[in-house]
């Protein structure tokens, strides 16, 4: 059984960085693509970045692209979002996700597996 663990969240002052790191357990990510999605309070689930299973493909949501970047290293099992020029409407609860397949998507409906998610919170 596939299980995601996220970390690297907290509270960070506007301008600043994180790196985000989702670490997977029970099951090789090889073949699992993998998205980075969030949700702020009272706003719907955003899917923000996401990684094919090679890591050959990525895509990203407009409001990040330029600022946030998504790699893996699958020898480490584990996915990552660096996070740059973080903005107070990047505060959200993130989450990781995968799905058996070599595409990824942005649309949270594709896949099966989800981790806990870690809070990130941009503020001054």
């Known amino acids: 059984q596939l299980q995601l663990v996220e970390s690297g969240g907290g509270l960070v002052q506007p301008g600043g960085s994180l790196r985000l790191s989702c670490a997977a357990s029970g099951v090789t990510l090889d073949y699992y693509a993998i998205g980075w999605f969030r949700q702020a309070p009272g706003k719907e689930r955003e899917g923000v970045s996401c990684?094919?299973?090679?890591?050959?493909?990525?895509n990203y949501a407009d409001s990040v692209k330029g600022r946030f970047t998504i790699s893996r290293d699958n020898a480490k099992n584990t996915v990552y979002l660096q996070m740059n020029s973080l903005k107070p409407e990047d505060t959200a609860i993130y989450y990781c996700?995968?799905?058996?397949?070599?595409?990824?998507?942005?649309?949270?409906?594709?896949?099966?597996?989800w981790g806990q998610g870690t809070q990130v919170t941009v503020s001054s």
């Open positions: 996700a995968a799905r058996p397949f070599r595409r990824c998507l942005l649309t949270g409906g594709g896949y099966d597996y």
């Open positions: 990684i094919s299973s090679s890591g050959g493909s990525t």
